[in-house]
């Protein structure tokens, strides 16, 4: 280790978070450092930074019609008012985009779930010639922009009559290579003598599957169902191509829209943006365990 | 797994079943059209063969020579890329920071700092755009609010030709800073403890221990968020679709971008998938051109 | 719990593949009918007004107006067209109309024009109705209009000796000059945004040039009347009679123009209320509208030719009741309508009697635009007169600030016109072959 100082340039609580990150000195011991105070100070300044804008829109989402486009804009609603969101759900219909989005979201998942759950589990349990290397193949997908795919995937859903259906927006997405690989990584774990012993006692495998792999699974399903649900919820690019009727808009697809049309109706556009978030932050804030351990198991090679 | 021949035949059938929906999905929503891109490249396809398919020819290479001298093609890949190796660094970076910090034994309520900083990571991309977009307001925005407040001139952030994609950048690392910063994290974790005490016996400062034990136990968690890091920034799209269209002065056309208005605004399709196929090879190059500078001892497989 | 959810999930999706798969608007057996009409922008708002005295007229039809942005229209008309899901009406700029013809979307209407007694064509402008030809057969029917015509500040061309417009290009040059020696600096005659292909264009049209040849599968661009134009056009700037600055450089167009920073710039009916509303009191009755000048020098009496612009309402080929939809087009091309619609959203009607209105006959910029609309010619009506417009405002550019000289400039345009007709020829070449072959 040849000897060098600190830099000028690192940030002090870096340094402090790893001087002490191995040193089990007890928390309450000698009171509260400056290292720690600093820390924390510097923490909750990127808690401010990450929640500004958000709390900003839903704030300005309660703000009468022209008061947050006035100089200096105005942090709160004085006074503050339903209006806007009256005005989204009576006038603005958005509440067909909210139940469409939860349709097709919810399709997704449950479609994914399935096809998903059965590919992952073969992968991982089955053996067949070329198994690894078919696996393989598949995660290569990843490289693959999905923009390469969607011109000829919408002149083929032309051909099956499936442009601007439900239908169209959910096909490429009901099974997908990484639903597949964080399935296998997790059955990888499964013990072989229980899947084995179930064979014994005469069981078929799709009774395996149901009874025994799926229960077991219950924990990388809830994840990949959050996973799913989030990023289906969330898609725009596809919708925005395949659905050209207004009354199948989801939510992103409508708010672009709106944006477009209401450019000027600031505290509009931002309870639009909070009636199209809303959803998935409550997913997020119950379930976030589950959504973050899948992006572990995804990320980090265990 | 000792079975008879009978016991393997049964394994390949059952293997059939349980991958088959998916395999078949995949294969038609996503491997078929993207063999088909690449073919549809070649041609001329545009609306006259929408409508007749006759109207096609082979044309081979003919798109790419196009695209190479197509001024508004290579701007949008300066666009692209200053985007990725501008953004793409800022983006991990901070992210590692974050979690280094969040990562000490010093800090309290770190579950709740972990949410907050990954709550804007699962919002909805359209509707973070369009609350950024009213941010960005040059006159009636927070941030040159918040710049006037500390005495500096107004930018105008999404209407000047040299602001506009870093603003855009800045939008994405706020955006997505979270997520990368759980994967660090769970990197973090797996660094063993005692490393760091023999680095301490030995007299290494902070700083030291982070160059010499951290980052180099971090290494392949560092080539995985930087790779898929990439691959993601490389699609930049609905960002520039939402708040810019491409403007101003196409400073911030991105490829994506760009297939979009070549194939389902000019339905030039067979340019289109040629763009695509452009940014398919963009993807693969980036990829691999970080696996060869990857450092010895990295070595991690799939 | 997962079980359930998932049989269940499966069955509703069962449930909804069969119903989405039949696509949007198919026809049910049982009335009412439903209309889908796309309208864009402002057109778009404004039009809602209308539908209920029709639906009242027409009880059975209900019509559902869809608003779409003008940024996504093209994009979302071209999908729809292309995936089979497209609406029953729409509004098209008639410069769309080509494209779509091209794609076999729409609905020939000249069976339904002859029975028609509601739209009689001659009581439209002819070049305006012109547009909507293609090959033999009329796709839309104009619903509203607009052209380019001058803006230009009464009062300084009054002290500049003219107190009326222009009406010859020697009397232009002769202005400009005027107002330029006057005001000189930063100061000049007229504004033409030099990234816009519409003014040397407007500038060919009043020449008479055809633009394109042979079936419009060649430029024509180095011919003589469009090189006189183009030279005209070019000779403004060289003379700085022109002001060197592209709209971008533009940053309040109303502003500069109550500032006398340009006296004369060309647009379109939009533009009345823009500097009605955006031009100070003081500078109200100081500013005027007049058609374009002719090229011919001995004629003082006829307006140069400008474009031909405006929406069209068409039918689409899979629409199911085409019936229906060609009601709402005629309801909407009825004289009253169209002044009812003029009244909303400040769009020029297409039909001359519509015009007797109060409101427009007594309107006193809208008498050059009445005049101009005698006097209109379209544009190729090919699908790609759009990238050919990029193409000329390339050029053009080039020519102005990149000192190339016109005719080089000129002649690399009919370079690249060709090769972007290339497929057009090679498809015109095959049908030529394949009714050659079967007669």
């Given at each position: 280790?040849?000897?060098?100082?600190?830099?000028?340039?690192?940030?002090?609580?870096?340094?402090?978070?790893?001087?002490?990150?191995?040193?089990?000195?007890?928390?309450?011991?000698?009171?509260?450092?400056?290292?720690?105070?600093?820390?924390?100070?510097?923490?909750?300044?990127?808690?401010?930074?990450?929640?500004?804008?958000?709390?900003?829109?839903?704030?300005?989402?309660?703000?009468?019609?022209?008061?947050?486009?006035?100089?200096?804009?105005?942090?709160?609603?004085?006074?503050?008012?339903?209006?806007?969101?009256?005005?989204?759900?009576s006038h603005l219909d958005l509440s067909r985009e909210l139940r469409n989005?939860a349709i097709v979201?919810?399709l997704?998942?449950?479609?994914?779930?399935?096809?998903?759950?059965?590919?992952?589990?073969?992968?991982?349990?089955?053996?067949?010639?070329?198994?690894?290397?078919?696996?393989?193949?598949?995660?290569?997908?990843?490289?693959?922009?999905?923009?390469?795919?969607?011109?000829?995937?919408?002149?083929?859903l032309r051909e099956l009559h499936l442009v601007n259906s439900f239908a169209g927006v959910v096909?490429?997405?009901?099974?997908?290579?990484?639903?597949?690989?964080?399935?296998?990584?997790?059955?990888?774990?499964?013990?072989?003598?229980?899947?084995?012993?179930?064979?014994?006692?005469?069981?078929?495998?799709?009774?395996?599957?149901?009874?025994?792999?799926?229960?077991?699974?219950?924990?990388?399903?809830?994840?990949?169902?959050?996973?799913?649900?989030?990023?289906?919820?969330?898609?725009?690019?596809?919708?925005?191509?395949v659905l050209t009727d207004s009354a199948k808009y989801t939510?992103?697809?409508g708010?672009?829209?709106?944006?477009?049309?209401?450019?000027?109706?600031?505290?509009?556009?931002?309870?639009?943006?909070?009636?199209?978030?809303?959803?998935?932050?409550?997913?997020?804030?119950?379930?976030?365990?589950?959504?973050?351990?899948?992006?572990?198991?995804?990320?980090?090679?265990? | 797994?000792?079975?008879?021949?009978?016991?393997?035949?049964?394994?390949?059938?059952?293997?059939?079943?349980?991958?088959?929906?998916?395999?078949?999905?995949?294969?038609?929503?996503?491997?078929?059209?993207?063999?088909?891109?690449?073919?549809?490249?070649?041609?001329?396809?545009?609306?006259?063969?929408?409508?007749?398919?006759?109207?096609?020819?082979?044309?081979?290479?003919?798109?790419?020579?196009?695209?190479?001298?197509?001024?508004?093609?290579?701007?949008?890949?300066?666009?692209?890329?200053?985007?990725?190796?501008?953004?793409?660094?800022?983006?991990?970076?901070?992210?590692?920071?974050?979690?280094?910090?969040?990562?000490?034994?010093?800090?309290?309520?770190?579950?709740?700092?972990?949410?907050?900083?990954?709550?804007?990571?699962?919002?909805?991309?359209?509707?973070?755009?369009?609350?950024?977009?009213?941010?960005?307001?040059?006159?009636?925005?927070?941030?040159?609010?918040?710049?006037?407040?500390?005495?500096?001139?107004?930018?105008?952030?999404?209407?000047?030709?040299?602001?506009?994609?870093?603003?855009?950048?800045?939008?994405?690392?706020?955006?997505?800073?979270?997520?990368?910063?759980?994967?660090?994290?769970?990197?973090?974790?797996?660094?063993?403890?005692?490393?760091?005490?023999?680095?301490?016996?030995?007299?290494?400062?902070?700083?030291?221990?982070?160059?010499?034990?951290?980052?180099?136990?971090?290494?392949?968690?560092?080539?995985?968020?930087?790779?898929?890091?990439?691959?993601?920034?490389?699609?930049?799209?609905?960002?520039?679709?939402?708040?810019?269209?491409?403007?101003?002065?196409?400073?911030?056309?991105?490829?994506?971008?760009?297939?979009?208005?070549?194939?389902?605004?000019?339905?030039?399709?067979?340019?289109?998938?040629?763009?695509?196929?452009?940014?398919?090879?963009?993807?693969?190059?980036?990829?691999?051109?970080?696996?060869?500078?990857?450092?010895?001892?990295?070595?991690?497989?799939? | 719990?997962?079980?359930?959810?998932?049989?269940r999930?499966?069955a509703n999706a069962a449930i909804l593949l069969a119903v989405a798969g039949c696509g949007g608007g198919r026809g049910q057996t049982a009335p009412p009918v439903t209309l889908r009409f796309w309208a864009?922008?402002?057109?778009g708002?404004?039009v809602e007004a209308l539908v209920p005295d029709f639906e009242r007229a027409h009880p059975g039809i209900n019509v559902r107006v869809e608003q779409i942005?003008?940024?996504?229209?093209?994009?979302k008309?071209?999908?729809s067209v292309?995936g089979r899901a497209a609406p029953d009406i729409a509004q098209?700029?008639?410069?769309?109309?080509?494209?779509?013809?091209?794609?076999?979307a729409l609905v020939?209407l000249?069976s339904l024009?002859?029975r028609s007694?509601a739209?009689?064509?001659?009581?439209?402008?002819?070049?305006?109705?012109?547009?909507?030809?293609?090959?033999?057969?009329?796709?839309?029917?104009?619903?509203?209009?607009?052209?380019?015509?001058?803006?230009?500040?009464?009062?300084?061309?009054?002290?500049?000796?003219?107190?009326?417009?222009?009406?010859?290009?020697?009397?232009?040059?002769?202005?400009?000059?005027?107002?330029?020696?006057?005001?000189?600096?930063?100061?000049?005659?007229?504004?033409?945004?030099?990234?816009?292909?519409?003014?040397?264009?407007?500038?060919?049209?009043?020449?008479?040039?055809?633009?394109?040849?042979?079936?419009?599968?060649?430029?024509?661009?180095?011919?003589?009347?469009?090189?006189?134009?183009?030279?005209?056009?070019?000779?403004?700037?060289?003379?700085?009679?022109?002001?060197?600055?592209?709209?971008?450089?533009?940053?309040?167009?109303?502003?500069?123009?109550?500032?006398?920073?340009?006296?004369?710039?060309?647009?379109?009916?939009?533009?009345?209320?823009?500097?009605?509303?955006?031009?100070?009191?003081?500078?109200?009755?100081?500013?005027?509208?007049?058609?374009?000048?002719?090229?011919?020098?001995?004629?003082?009496?006829?307006?140069?030719?400008?474009?031909?612009?405006?929406?069209?309402l068409v039918v689409f080929k899979g629409s199911p009741h085409p019936d229906s939809a060609w009601a709402f087009i005629e309801y909407l091309s009825?004289?009253?309508q169209?002044?009812?619609?003029?009244?909303?959203?400040?769009?020029?009607?297409?039909?001359?009697?519509?015009?007797?209105?109060?409101?427009?006959?007594?309107?006193?910029?809208?008498?050059?635009?009445?005049?101009?609309?005698?006097?209109?010619?379209?544009?190729?009506?090919?699908?790609?007169?759009?990238?050919?417009?990029?193409?000329?405002?390339?050029?053009?550019?080039?020519?102005?600030?990149?000192?190339?000289?016109?005719?080089?400039?000129?002649?690399?345009?009919?370079?690249?016109?060709?090769?972007?007709?290339?497929?057009?020829?090679?498809?015109?070449?095959?049908?030529?072959?394949?009714?050659?072959?079967?007669?």
């Amino acid at each position: 280790m040849t000897g060098a100082v600190i830099p000028s340039g690192v940030p002090a609580a870096v340094s402090a978070g790893l001087d002490e990150r191995p040193a089990r000195r007890p928390r309450w011991d000698t009171g509260v450092s400056w290292r720690t105070v600093l820390l924390h100070v510097l923490l909750a300044a990127i808690a401010g930074v990450a929640v500004a804008p958000l709390a900003w829109m839903v704030s300005a989402s309660f703000m009468p019609a022209g008061s947050a486009t006035t100089y200096p804009p105005p942090l709160l609603p004085h006074p503050a008012t339903w209006a806007n969101y009256r005005e989204l759900f009576s006038h603005l219909d958005l509440s067909r985009e909210l139940r469409n989005s939860a349709i097709v979201a919810g399709l997704i998942t449950a479609s994914s779930l399935l096809f998903n759950s059965m590919a992952g589990y073969a992968f991982a349990k089955f053996s067949f010639p070329a198994r690894d290397r078919l696996f393989r193949l598949v995660l290569l997908g990843l490289f693959i922009p999905p923009q390469v795919a969607m011109l000829p995937l919408f002149i083929l859903l032309r051909e099956l009559h499936l442009v601007n259906s439900f239908a169209g927006v959910v096909l490429p997405s009901m099974a997908t290579v990484f639903g597949m690989f964080l399935v296998r990584q997790y059955v990888l774990g499964i013990p072989d003598e229980l899947l084995d012993a179930a064979r014994v006692d005469g069981a078929g495998e799709l009774r395996i599957y149901w009874s025994i792999v799926l229960p077991l699974c219950a924990p990388v399903l809830v994840t990949l169902a959050v996973f799913v649900f989030m990023s289906a919820w969330n898609d725009f690019m596809w919708p925005l191509v395949v659905l050209t009727d207004s009354a199948k808009y989801t939510l992103p697809v409508g708010l672009a829209n709106l944006s477009r049309e209401h450019v000027q109706d600031t505290e509009l556009m931002m309870a639009a943006s909070v009636v199209t978030l809303l959803p998935v932050l409550l997913l997020f804030i119950s379930l976030q365990r589950y959504y973050i351990r899948g992006i572990t198991m995804g990320g980090v090679k265990g | 797994m000792v079975r008879g021949d009978a016991g393997a035949r049964a394994a390949r059938r059952a293997a059939v079943i349980f991958l088959a929906p998916g395999l078949v999905l995949i294969t038609l929503t996503f491997l078929l059209p993207s063999i088909a891109a690449l073919g549809l490249s070649l041609t001329d396809f545009d609306i006259y063969a929408v409508a007749s398919p006759g109207n096609t020819r082979f044309i081979w290479l003919r798109n790419y020579a196009e695209l190479a001298r197509t001024p508004m093609f290579w701007i949008s890949l300066r666009n692209t890329l200053y985007f990725v190796l501008a953004g793409g660094p800022i983006s991990v970076l901070v992210s590692l920071a974050v979690a280094v910090m969040l990562d000490s034994e010093l800090v309290r309520w770190r579950g709740f700092f972990r949410t907050v900083y990954f709550a804007p990571v699962v919002t909805t991309l359209v509707a973070v755009a369009v609350v950024w977009k009213y941010l960005y307001d040059p006159r009636y925005g927070l941030l040159n609010a918040g710049l006037h407040a500390i005495g500096l001139p107004p930018v105008d952030w999404l209407g000047s030709t040299a602001w506009a994609m870093p603003s855009i950048i800045l939008m994405t690392v706020w955006k997505g800073f979270g997520y990368n910063m759980i994967i660090f994290m769970a990197g973090l974790q797996a660094v063993p403890g005692d490393l760091y005490d023999a680095a301490r016996v030995d007299g290494a400062g902070a700083w030291q221990r982070f160059w010499h034990v951290t980052l180099p136990t971090l290494a392949p968690t560092f080539l995985f968020v930087s790779i898929t890091t990439m691959i993601g920034f490389l699609q930049l799209f609905s960002e520039p679709y939402v708040m810019t269209q491409g403007g101003p002065l196409h400073a911030t056309l991105s490829i994506g971008l760009y297939m979009f208005t070549e194939g389902f605004e000019s339905w030039h399709v067979g340019m289109g998938a040629a763009i695509a196929f452009v940014l398919f090879g963009l993807t693969l190059i980036g990829a691999l051109v970080q696996l060869r500078l990857r450092p010895k001892g990295t070595e991690g497989g799939a | 719990m997962q079980r359930g959810r998932g049989w269940r999930a499966s069955a509703n999706a069962a449930i909804l593949l069969a119903v989405a798969g039949c696509g949007g608007g198919r026809g049910q057996t049982a009335p009412p009918v439903t209309l889908r009409f796309w309208a864009f922008g402002r057109e778009g708002e404004v039009v809602e007004a209308l539908v209920p005295d029709f639906e009242r007229a027409h009880p059975g039809i209900n019509v559902r107006v869809e608003q779409i942005p003008f940024t996504a229209a093209h994009e979302k008309l071209l999908t729809s067209v292309v995936g089979r899901a497209a609406p029953d009406i729409a509004q098209l700029g008639n410069t769309w109309v080509p494209e779509l013809v091209a794609l076999r979307a729409l609905v020939p209407l000249d069976s339904l024009l002859a029975r028609s007694r509601a739209i009689a064509r001659s009581d439209y402008f002819d070049g305006i109705w012109d547009t909507n030809i293609i090959d033999g057969a009329t796709w839309g029917v104009p619903w509203y209009v607009d052209t380019r015509v001058i803006f230009y500040r009464s009062d300084i061309l009054a002290s500049a000796g003219f107190p009326a417009a222009p009406r010859t290009w020697r009397e232009w040059r002769e202005a400009l000059t005027r107002v330029r020696a006057r005001a000189g600096g930063h100061r000049y005659g007229i504004l033409l945004p030099i990234n816009e292909w519409a003014q040397p264009v407007i500038l060919g049209l009043a020449s008479g040039a055809p633009l394109l040849r042979d079936d419009d599968t060649y430029g024509d661009f180095s011919e003589p009347r469009f090189r006189a134009a183009f030279a005209f056009y070019t000779g403004l700037f060289r003379d700085s009679l022109a002001a060197p600055v592209s709209n971008v450089q533009i940053a309040n167009l109303y502003q500069s123009f109550g500032n006398g920073e340009f006296a004369m710039f060309i647009s379109g009916p939009w533009d009345v209320g823009e500097c009605l509303r955006r031009l100070p009191p003081s500078l109200q009755g100081r500013w005027t509208t007049a058609p374009i000048p002719a090229p011919d020098p001995s004629d003082t009496t006829t307006p140069g030719t400008s474009l031909a612009g405006g929406s069209s309402l068409v039918v689409f080929k899979g629409s199911p009741h085409p019936d229906s939809a060609w009601a709402f087009i005629e309801y909407l091309s009825g004289p009253a309508q169209q002044s009812r619609f003029y009244a909303l959203s400040g769009d020029l009607p297409p039909r001359q009697s519509a015009w007797e209105d109060s409101a427009l006959r007594t309107n006193s910029y809208a008498r050059a635009f009445r005049r101009q609309l005698q006097f209109v010619r379209a544009t190729p009506k090919i699908p790609e007169w759009d990238e050919i417009t990029t193409l000329l405002a390339d050029q053009a550019e080039a020519a102005v600030r990149g000192g190339v000289p016109p005719d080089s400039a000129l002649a690399v345009l009919d370079r690249e016109v060709d090769r972007a007709l290339e497929k057009r020829r090679w498809m015109r070449g095959r049908m030529h072959h394949d009714t050659a072959a079967t007669s």
